[in-house]
């Protein structure tokens, strides 16, 4: 099982970046799929999640209107495109997929996450 | 959006020792509660689900129970490689939201 993120990196404040993250050994299609950011020496924050179709997305409103997420179902990739980016965005961004094959069952597989960080 | 409060905030315990962390939501979510680890440099780990099952290959010494709005973990016979942070998450419904965590600390 493996779900690899990529993309992060420095960015100034306004900027935009794309977070990817390709998934391996376990099913994608059906299932619900988030991304989870932690900023340093915080705690944990849902980002925003879509469904296994992409019919459907949910977002923290702290990013709704500035983050889009989408995803590839062929590829096996979740994307993050991540625009008008604050220095408050600073963060590990992980990919996490539901362990159920419908939500409410928890995220059960995780990325190691990338680091996105925000500054002049 | 469901506000989920943990508490404490950090606890000191022993090696052998038995813990319980509490978890509040600001509504009613029926089971639909999720506890995960986070040791130092790591991904959150997913131990359990619908407030009270166990995720398959995490040990029996961890256990949950709660509905409605209160919520516990509780750790059995503490192992060293327990001490880490502990995270409730609401899947209730969308956003799906996180507590603030409780750190578990060697006393």
């Known amino acids: 099982v493996q779900l690899v993120e990529s993309g992060g990196g420095l960015v100034q404040p306004g900027g935009s970046l794309r977070l990817s993250c390709v998934v391996s050994?376990?099913?994608?299609?059906?299932?619900?799929m988030s991304w989870v950011r932690q900023a340093p020496g915080k705690g944990l924050e849902w980002v925003a999640n879509?469904?296994?179709?992409?019919?459907?997305?949910y977002y923290v409103d702290s990013v709704r209107g500035r983050f889009t997420i989408s995803r590839d179902n062929a590829q096996k990739s979740l994307y993050l495109q991540m625009s008008s980016l604050r220095v408050d965005d600073t963060a590990m961004y992980y990919c996490?997929?539901?362990?159920?094959?419908?939500?409410?069952?928890?995220?059960?597989?995780w990325g190691q996450g990338t680091l996105v960080t925000v500054s002049s | 959006d469901i506000q989920m409060t943990q508490s404490p905030s950090s606890v000191s315990a022993s090696v052998g020792d038995r813990v319980t962390f509490t978890c509040r939501a600001s509504?009613?979510?029926?089971?639909?509660l999720t506890w995960y680890q986070q040791r130092p440099g790591e991904a959150p780990k997913l131990l359990i689900y619908?407030?009270?099952t166990l995720q398959s290959g995490v040990p029996s010494r961890f256990s949950g129970f709660g509905s409605g709005t209160h919520f516990t973990l509780t750790i059995n016979s503490l192992q060293p490689e327990d001490f880490a942070t502990y995270y409730c998450q609401q899947a209730d419904s969308f956003p799906y939201t996180f507590g603030q965590g409780t750190k578990l600390e060697i006393k």
């Open positions: 879509i469904k296994g179709d992409g019919s459907e997305k």
């Open positions: 619908t407030a009270a």
């Open positions: 996490a997929r539901d362990l159920g094959y419908s939500h409410g069952y928890g995220l059960g597989y």
């Open positions: 050994g376990i099913s994608f299609n059906s299932h619900y």
């Open positions: 509504q009613n979510i029926n089971s639909w």
